[in-house]
């Protein structure tokens, strides 16, 4: 193929051997990592093709590039994404998979110094179809979609959104890479008295915990025509060394104080708090 257009040969061998940007070799799919080009657009490259037997054929290819946004900057340093609305690509590395949808973090080479913005983000697939065959942790994926902010507003209507891309589409580009680091959570991250967007930086991130004291049952749900239960795996938990968190009397943060509440005098602030500690 003619790559000249966007910085090539103009004679550039395509590969199925997995080399050379193919993915699998021996699939018929032949493939060439290109150089990136200055400016996103549409390219036509002049391409040809022969085979043992010297039969030849001649082709265009529309070739379109366009940017690609990291995580860390669909993710934002704020409590919501600054590009919700916006179509994207971005890559990286899938790192979990859920009936609806996978978690894909950026390399720790293409991490950003900055404190406050999350280097992962969750693709929601929806539970119909699933997530695609290629979402498999390990491998490095290239995506495209729409950055959302999804709140469960029938259960939670005023708790804390999550980041999603919506309506995606996937390109596979390799297998079997290592998984970034995971994010060490200390005591200064679950601080029990610490704001409840603390580990938003942290968001559909790897992270891990050294020890945990588990101060909760798991979740679940009971069928009780069939005498049984099933738990959801998910528990309420803290660092050794922290106090059993309570419910304290008062209105959940964040929701809204009513218009008619009693004012924030000294006597009624403990009334109107309530601490939890997740972990």
Same mark, same amino acid.
């Given at each position: ?125 929806? %539970?119909?179809?699933? $997530?695609?065959? =290629?979402? #498999? &942790?390990?491998? +490095? ?6 950055? !959302?902010? /999804? ?22 580009? %390799?297998?079997?890479? $290592?998984?970034? =680091?995971? #994010? &060490?959570?200390? +005591? ?6 610490? !704001?409840? /967007? ?22 679940? %749900?009971?069928?009780? $025509? ?54």
């Amino acid at each position: 193929g003619n790559l000249t257009a966007i910085g090539g040969a103009a004679a550039q061998t395509f590969f199925d051997n997995g080399t050379n940007g193919d993915v699998l070799a021996g699939d018929l799919v032949f493939s060439f990592a290109a150089p990136a080009v200055a400016q996103p657009g549409t390219f036509q490259l002049p391409m040809s093709a022969s085979d043992a037997q010297a039969r030849t054929a001649t082709a265009t290819l529309a070739l379109t590039v366009v940017p690609l946004v990291s995580t860390h900057d669909i993710q934002g340093a704020g409590t919501a994404s600054p590009l919700v609305g916006q179509t994207v690509t971005t890559r990286g590395v899938v790192t979990g998979v859920k009936f609806n949808g996978f978690f894909i973090q950026s390399a720790d080479a293409d991490a950003d110094a900055a404190p406050n913005t999350s280097e992962a983000v969750f693709v929601f697939t929806n %539970s119909n179809p699933g $997530p695609p065959a =290629a979402a #498999v &942790v390990g491998n +490095a994926v290239q995506v495209s979609g729409t950055v !959302s902010e /999804f709140k469960n507003t029938s259960s939670d209507p005023d708790g804390l959104s999550m980041t999603e891309l919506v309506n995606p589409s996937m390109t596979l580009l %390799s297998t079997g890479n $290592p998984l970034p =680091a995971p #994010v &060490v959570l200390t +005591a200064t991250d679950l601080n029990p008295a610490a !704001s409840i /967007f603390a580990i938003e930086q942290y968001e559909a991130m790897r992270v891990h915990i050294d020890a945990v004291v588990s101060v909760t049952p798991t979740g679940g %749900s009971v069928d009780e $025509p069939n005498a049984r239960s099933t738990s959801s795996g998910l528990f309420f938990g803290v660092l050794p060394g922290t106090g059993r968190p309570f419910r304290e009397p008062g209105i959940q943060t964040p929701l809204p104080v009513p218009a008619d509440a009693p004012p924030r005098s000294e006597e009624h602030t403990s009334e109107l708090q309530s601490r939890e500690t997740i972990s």
